[in-house]
């Protein structure tokens, strides 16, 4: 008897949960939270894959940014060689300008230096290193000034120019120093015609390769980074005589 209940039951339908009396399971409320949990978790997965793939090929970005960052112009047939001041402790600048001397790019090399005292200044061992690496002295202009910048240099050296009637100078400075002097000189120099080649001397405390690795390196190219988001460059009011002097002498106006 009981076994034949037991198959009525099985053979029963369970009534609707809309038909009265039917029993009803309550849904569970859904956890806004996980969610966000969630997302937030695929965030921080993706970003820590970033920064992961970023640091596997740290070495061939961060040598692709020294590359760009290195200026090196096209060398032409010139009027003259700048070796601007601030050279390191061997020489390269002056070094880098002596085989474009001899190379023959241009007669004359100006050695542009700061006061170290009142009575000695940096020309002075630029000079001696130029004549130790075979530029007869009559072939060098030593320029001492008192610039503090690379742009009171560039302003600085058109009294220079404009005394010799230079109008094509090779400008040669550091390898990380090129693009932001680029930049100054082109600002000083383009708008009165003078034309401005940037070479890049090669200097031992920043090597494009590996400059990351070496704590010198790091800290000049981030030192010249500084220099070229702040301060902004701005071009003081140039005096009537040196505008003058450097204008071609055919937009010169008749005094």
């Not at 009027?79 to 001899?102: C, F, K, P, S, T």
């Amino acid at each position: 008897m009981w076994r034949r209940k037991l198959r009525l039951l099985a053979c029963e339908p369970l009534p609707s949960p809309s038909e009265p009396g039917a029993m009803t399971v309550p849904r569970q409320p859904r956890n806004p939270q996980r969610g966000k949990v969630l997302l937030w978790l695929l965030v921080f997965f993706l970003l820590g894959l970033l920064l992961l793939t970023l640091y596997l090929v740290r070495g061939p970005l961060l040598r692709a940014f020294a590359d760009w960052w290195i200026v090196e112009d096209p060398l032409e047939k010139a009027q003259a060689i700048v070796v601007l001041g601030g050279d390191n402790r061997m020489g390269e600048r002056v070094r880098h300008a002596a085989e474009l001397y001899h190379t023959g790019w241009a007669p004359r090399v100006v050695l542009s230096g700061m006061s170290y005292r009142t009575y000695f200044n940096e020309v002075t061992l630029m000079e001696r290193e130029a004549t130790n690496l075979g530029i007869p002295r009559e072939h060098l202009v030593v320029f001492p000034q008192s610039g503090r910048s690379t742009l009171e240099e560039a302003l600085a050296l058109r009294a220079v120019l404009a005394e010799h009637h230079w109008r094509k100078i090779i400008v040669v400075t550091s390898n990380y120093h090129t693009r932001r002097t680029r930049r100054i000189f082109h600002g000083v120099y383009r708008r009165h015609g003078t034309q401005v080649l940037i070479s890049a001397a090669p200097d031992s405390d920043f090597n494009p390769q590996r400059w990351w690795r070496q704590r010198t390196g790091r800290a000049l190219l981030g030192l010249e980074l500084l220099k070229s988001i702040w301060p902004p460059m701005g071009l003081p009011q140039q005096t009537p005589s040196a505008t003058a002097a450097l204008e071609p002498e055919s937009e010169r106006k008749p005094k």
